[in-house]
């Protein structure tokens, strides 16, 4: 079954430099794969499977191809199988090949090689690569992160089924089910720093530090100010004189703007009847506030409304708010959908989805929650079902009663 998501697509192209100066690097790409007679293949450049840019094809005669090139710097490449030169978008047979100078093999059956996903995990188990030391290196991680996602994906069924039967169940069932899932992602998030740490003197330990920054994370906000700036600060001189470099710290300085311990971006919106909204006529004002993205059409977010105002008739009266903030771009849906759920906090829109609220705030997809400190300061980017009952029981005490 196939889930659909509410998300923003980005383009994150990856190219890496590993020297101050120096001239381009040849590769040489040799293919062997069986089953795979006439087919038709392509080298493309970019991580996002939407937006790749296919650099050079081949046809796959007696069983083998080969692509020939020149690098300025070691490459995320990837290359896709076709069944002919028409190339109308699904997912297709892929292997992601880190690729610096000098030749690589690729064996594989073609009915073994995985298809591509929108989420950069990958099993090189039935795919053979030899050649490169750095794709050693980012197989190690992809591997990894695979891995650990795919428990995290079985922790999130036991936590569905919680928000499935939410009214018969106590809601420290859903704290404790969300714990679980926390260990998982903590995890891995352990494993990944730790990686960086090994790699800092290479193009894989740059990527993954790329990889897991914002909403690209293995979970949002994996780094804390003081890590992203850690992390760059640590790399050798040689990385740091790389445009790869550069383009980290440029995101990391977008990344850091609604990372938790950044003081919140104020915005001016309009309420439903057209008077005007800032943020700042909320938060920073000595309460905790939750700003919560959503959108009319967005049926997880609407999903989350009924408990949203469960929450909110407990918390409220201890001093927690929340502020709505659709991302619709036709008013009248908004309106109708404002009134249909009948939510008693404050609702404010600029009618722009996925505008710049969404870099400054640096996320991809809605439900979005962030929670603002009284002081101003973004104290939480996960403030969703179990989640934030945890986080309101910390703050103000368990106001659920019998239902805890």
């Given at each position: 079954?196939?889930?659909?998501?509410?998300?923003?697509?980005?383009?994150?192209?990856?190219?890496?430099?590993?020297?101050?100066?120096?001239?381009?690097?040849?590769?040489?790409?040799?293919?062997?794969?069986?089953?795979?007679?006439?087919?038709?293949?392509?080298?493309?450049?970019?991580?996002?499977?939407?937006?790749?840019?296919?650099?050079?094809?081949?046809?796959?005669?007696?069983?083998?191809?080969?692509?020939?090139?020149?690098?300025?710097?070691?490459?995320?490449?990837?290359?896709?199988?076709?069944?002919?030169?028409?190339?109308?978008?699904?997912?297709?047979?892929?292997?992601?090949?880190?690729?610096?100078?000098?030749?690589?093999?690729?064996?594989?059956?073609?009915?073994?090689?995985?298809?591509?996903?929108?989420?950069?995990?990958?099993?090189?188990?039935?795919?053979?690569?030899?050649?490169?030391?750095?794709?050693?290196?980012?197989?190690?991680?992809?591997?990894?992160?695979?891995?650990?996602?795919?428990?995290?994906?079985?922790?999130?069924?036991?936590?569905?089924?919680?928000?499935?039967?939410?009214?018969?169940?106590?809601?420290?069932?859903?704290?404790?089910?969300?714990?679980?899932?926390?260990?998982?992602?903590?995890?891995?998030?352990?494993?990944?720093?730790?990686?960086?740490?090994?790699?800092?003197?290479?193009?894989?330990?740059?990527?993954?530090?790329l990889d897991n920054i914002g909403y690209k994370s293995i979970h949002d906000g994996l780094f804390?100010?003081?890590?992203?700036?850690?992390?760059?600060?640590?790399?050798?001189?040689?990385?740091?004189?790389?445009?790869?470099?550069?383009?980290?710290?440029?995101?990391?300085?977008?990344?850091?703007?609604?990372?938790?311990?950044?003081?919140?971006?104020?915005?001016?919106?309009?309420?439903?009847?057209?008077?005007?909204?800032?943020?700042?006529?909320?938060?920073?004002?000595?309460?905790?506030?939750?700003?919560?993205?959503?959108?009319?059409?967005?049926?997880?977010?609407?999903?989350?409304?009924?408990?949203?105002?469960?929450?909110?008739?407990?918390?409220?009266?201890?001093?927690?708010?929340?502020?709505?903030?659709?991302?619709?771009?036709?008013?009248?849906?908004?309106?109708?959908?404002?009134?249909?759920?009948?939510?008693?906090?404050?609702?404010?829109?600029?009618?722009?989805?996925?505008?710049?609220m969404v870099k400054v705030y640096n996320f991809q997809g809605i439900p979005a929650c962030v929670?603002?400190?009284?002081?101003?300061?973004?104290?939480?980017?996960?403030?969703?079902?179990?989640?934030?009952?945890?986080?309101?029981?910390?703050?103000?005490?368990?106001?659920?009663?019998?239902?805890?």
């Amino acid at each position: 079954m196939r889930t659909k998501f509410c998300f923003l697509p980005l383009l994150l192209a990856v190219f890496f430099s590993l020297a101050a100066a120096g001239g381009p690097e040849g590769y040489v790409i040799k293919g062997k794969i069986k089953g795979a007679e006439g087919r038709f293949v392509q080298l493309l450049t970019g991580k996002d499977e939407l937006f790749q840019v296919a650099i050079d094809s081949a046809v796959i005669k007696n069983g083998r191809f080969e692509f020939k090139g020149e690098l300025a710097a070691p490459t995320l490449l990837t290359i896709k199988f076709f069944e002919s030169d028409e190339r109308e978008f699904e997912l297709r047979p892929i292997v992601p090949l880190f690729v610096d100078k000098g030749v690589f093999l690729v064996e594989a059956m073609l009915d073994s090689i995985p298809l591509a996903t929108y989420d950069g995990n990958y099993d090189y188990s039935k795919v053979r690569v030899t050649g490169s030391h750095l794709h050693e290196l980012y197989a190690e991680y992809v591997g990894e992160k695979s891995a650990s996602l795919a428990e995290k994906a079985v922790r999130y069924q036991d936590y569905d089924e919680y928000l499935q039967a939410r009214g018969t169940m106590r809601i420290s069932e859903g704290i404790a089910r969300v714990a679980k899932l926390d260990a998982t992602t903590d995890r891995l998030t352990g494993w990944v720093k730790q990686f960086i740490a090994r790699n800092r003197d290479n193009a894989v330990g740059l990527y993954v530090f790329l990889d897991n920054i914002g909403y690209k994370s293995i979970h949002d906000g994996l780094f804390t100010l003081g890590e992203m700036d850690d992390i760059l600060a640590s790399f050798p001189a040689e990385v740091k004189s790389t445009g790869l470099y550069q383009q980290a710290i440029e995101e990391t300085n977008a990344v850091k703007r609604s990372a938790v311990g950044a003081r919140f971006t104020d915005f001016m919106l309009q309420d439903p009847e057209g008077n005007p909204v800032r943020l700042s006529d909320h938060a920073g004002k000595g309460k905790y506030v939750l700003l919560e993205f959503w959108a009319s059409w967005c049926g997880p977010c609407r999903a989350d409304i009924p408990h949203l105002k469960e929450v909110y008739e407990l918390y409220h009266p201890a001093g927690f708010e929340i502020v709505s903030i659709s991302m619709d771009a036709d008013k009248e849906s908004w309106l109708k959908a404002v009134k249909d759920e009948q939510m008693p906090w404050t609702q404010a829109s600029d009618l722009k989805p996925f505008g710049e609220m969404v870099k400054v705030y640096n996320f991809q997809g809605i439900p979005a929650c962030v929670l603002v400190g009284p002081d101003g300061t973004i104290v939480d980017r996960n403030m969703r079902g179990s989640w934030m009952d945890r986080k309101l029981i910390k703050l103000y005490g368990n106001r659920f009663g019998d239902k805890y």
